[in-house]
């Protein structure tokens, strides 16, 4: 049986890899080091990270405000994908999120990514609506939310 993933806060350590992962996973379209820096010093930023026996697998920024929240980026290693380490990282995410009572939170994916799309529908995040040029190279994304019953609930949804 492989070893679970664990879900911690980001250390300043973890900044180079986090980096490797972003700029595997995004290429040209990847945060910069000093991005990842300043979320990292952000008082209202949740910056969490997965590993499994040590090594990094994975990250999720979020940003928190008075009642609603942000997810600003997440991104897994490639060896780790469709293993575990994306649910257990958000799982983690919406519990901490819910617990500092968010009443809602929001993100924003490419309209092209299907997989992402997925991944967040099951999850419970539900397209509202189209966001045209969201994107650097002009791609359109979907504004995504997802609204927990109440603050504090941390997986639960309102209809």
Same mark, same amino acid.
Do not use: Q
């Given at each position: 049986?492989?070893?679970?993933?664990?879900? @911690?806060? $980001?250390?300043?350590?973890?900044?180079?890899?986090?980096?490797?992962?972003?700029? +595997?996973?995004?290429?040209?379209?990847?945060?910069?080091?000093? $991005?990842? /820096?300043?979320?990292?010093?952000?008082? @209202?930023?949740?910056? $969490?990270?997965?590993?499994?026996?040590?090594?990094?697998?994975?990250?999720?920024?979020?940003?928190?405000?008075?009642? @609603?929240?942000?997810?600003?980026?997440? +991104?897994?290693?490639?060896?780790?994908?469709?293993?575990?380490?994306?649910? /257990?990282?958000? #799982?983690?995410?919406?519990?901490?999120?819910?617990?500092?009572?968010?009443?809602?939170?929001? $993100?924003?994916?490419?309209?092209?990514?299907?997989?992402?799309?997925?991944?967040? /529908?099951?999850?419970?995040?539900?397209?509202?609506?189209?966001?045209?040029?969201?994107?650097? #190279?002009?791609? #359109?994304?979907? @504004?995504?939310?997802?609204?927990?019953?109440?603050?504090?609930? /941390?997986? +639960?949804?309102?209809?």
């Amino acid at each position: 049986m492989a070893a679970p993933f664990r879900v @911690r806060r $980001l250390k300043k350590s973890d900044l180079d890899g986090i980096v490797a992962i972003e700029n +595997a996973s995004f290429g040209r379209d990847a945060y910069d080091r000093n $991005l990842f /820096a300043a979320y990292f010093h952000s008082p @209202r930023t949740l910056f $969490l990270v997965v590993e499994r026996r040590s090594r990094l697998c994975g990250y999720a920024i979020a940003c928190v405000g008075a009642n @609603r929240a942000e997810l600003v980026s997440i +991104a897994i290693d490639r060896p780790a994908r469709r293993k575990g380490a994306a649910s /257990a990282l958000m #799982d983690s995410l919406l519990r901490r999120v819910g617990r500092r009572g968010a009443s809602r939170i929001s $993100l924003t994916v490419k309209v092209t990514n299907r997989a992402a799309r997925t991944f967040y /529908a099951k999850y419970g995040f539900l397209r509202v609506r189209r966001v045209r040029k969201y994107y650097e #190279d002009g791609a #359109d994304g979907w @504004r995504m939310v997802k609204r927990f019953s109440k603050p504090g609930a /941390a997986g +639960a949804t309102s209809k």
